[in-house]
């Protein structure tokens, strides 16, 4: 259930991604604030997984992996468009963002952005802030689910190309893996309230 804060000011919306590697602890962090936050910070969840556990399909094979990543940012836009147009919204917190399908796509920067009819620093513009959870390390508890099949090498070398990805964001913040993940979890939980208005805290 979600905080009230008691604030009825309209806030100008923020997007703030949440991104790293398979397994970085991106889920456990948004499960902890939707817990605290009120009803001006709206979660989006992991588009990825939505189009995975509803169906689409997941093979190899280019125009399938180019499809893939085609469909996840047209609703990943399309989330962050309603998002935003939401009278209630200060903070909108996005569980990966669109420049997170570079790090998937068969091809060249270039070819995804012009595939995707976009640029670079138009998708940069779209986010106030972009936080990096660094994928745990096998030694750090790193595991691989149905969802999340690649193995512990797998995961630090998409979170490598997920890292050179946002590197041109002004506001990118990168929390390391470490053995204990709560405090890997505090760290991105005060970057995250630091974004919400002070009203809404």
Same mark, same amino acid.
């Given at each position: 259930m979600s905080a009230s804060c008691g604030c009825d000011v309209n806030h100008t919306p923020r997007l703030v991604v949440l991104t790293g590697g398979p397994g970085a602890g991106k889920t456990a962090v948004l499960e902890v604030l939707a817990q605290h936050a009120c009803r001006h910070v709206l979660l989006l969840p992991e588009v990825a997984s939505i189009l995975w556990k509803g169906?689409?399909?997941?093979?190899?094979?280019?125009?399938?992996?180019?499809?893939?990543?085609?469909?996840?940012?047209?609703?990943? @836009?399309?989330?962050? !468009?309603?998002? =935003? /147009?939401?009278?209630?919204?200060?903070?909108?917190?996005?569980?990966?963002?669109?420049?997170?399908?570079?790090?998937?796509?068969?091809?060249?920067?270039?070819?995804?952005?012009?595939?995707?009819?976009?640029?670079?620093?138009?998708?940069?513009?779209r986010y106030a802030s972009v936080i990096h959870l660094q994928s745990a390390a096998r030694e750090h508890g790193y595991f691989s689910t149905a969802v999340r099949p690649e193995s512990a090498e797998q995961a630090r070398e998409?979170?490598?190309?997920?890292?050179?990805?946002?590197? @041109?964001?002004?506001? !990118?913040?990168? =929390? /390391?893996s470490e053995p204990d993940f709560l405090r890997k979890l505090d760290k991105a939980l005060v970057l995250l309230r630091a974004q919400i208005p002070a009203c809404c805290r």
């Open positions: 169906g689409f399909p997941r093979k190899d094979g280019l125009p399938l992996r180019r499809a893939s990543q085609r469909a996840i940012v047209r609703v990943q @836009h399309e989330l962050q !468009r309603y998002a =935003i /147009e939401e009278p209630t919204t200060a903070l909108v917190v996005c569980d990966r963002g669109s420049l997170d399908g570079l790090a998937y796509w068969p091809g060249t920067p270039a070819e995804y952005f012009d595939d995707l009819d976009t640029t670079e620093d138009r998708e940069l513009a998409i979170d490598r190309k997920i890292l050179e990805a946002w590197s @041109h964001h002004p506001h !990118r913040t990168v =929390i /390391e």
